[in-house]
C-alpha cells in the first residue's frame, strides 16, 4: 500500500493550496480518508476526514469554512482544497486510510502518506 501526498509548497496569507493523495495497493473505494498535520513541536493533529462514501465529512473547527476535503474514488485520489490560509496553518500536512469511516485520533488510520510541507508567509 501506498499513498503518495503532494501539492505542499510557499504561499502567502489569504492564498490557497491544493493537496492530493494518490493511493495505490488497497481498495479504495473501501477506506475512509483522512488529512492530519503536524507543526514544529506539536503534536500531529487531525484536520479534515472523509467517508468511504463521501456522504460525510469532518473537520476541526479552526478550518471549518476554509478548507474542503474530497475524494475521487476512479482515481483514487483524495484532496484538500485549502482556501485562506494562515500562518497558523504551516507544517506538514500528512493523508491516512482506514476501514470505512473516518477518525480524530491518528492510531486508528492503518496507511499514511509521506507527508508534504504547507508553509504560509505573514
Known amino acids: 500500500v501506498q499513498l503518495q501526498a503532494s501539492g505542499g509548497g510557499l504561499v502567502q496569507a489569504g492564498g490557497s493550496l491544493r493537496l492530493s493523495c494518490a493511493a495505490s495497493g488497497l481498495p479504495f473505494g473501501n477506506y475512509a480518508m483522512a488529512w492530519f498535520r503536524q507543526a514544529p513541536g506539536k503534536e500531529r493533529e487531525f484536520v479534515a476526514g472523509?467517508?468511504?462514501?463521501?456522504?460525510?465529512?469532518d473537520y476541526i473547527e479552526s478550518v471549518e469554512g476554509r478548507f474542503t476535503i474530497a475524494r475521487d474514488n476512479a482515481k483514487n485520489t483524495a484532496y484538500l482544497q485549502m482556501n485562506s490560509l494562515k500562518p497558523e496553518d504551516t507544517a506538514v500536512y500528512y493523508c491516512?486510510?482506514?476501514?470505512?469511516?473516518?477518525?480524530?485520533?491518528?492510531?486508528?488510520?492503518?496507511?499514511w502518506g509521506q507527508g508534504t510541507q504547507v508553509t504560509v508567509s505573514s
Open positions: 491516512a486510510a482506514r476501514k470505512w469511516r473516518t477518525s480524530r485520533d491518528h492510531a486508528d488510520y492503518s496507511y
Open positions: 472523509i467517508r468511504w462514501s463521501s456522504d460525510s465529512t
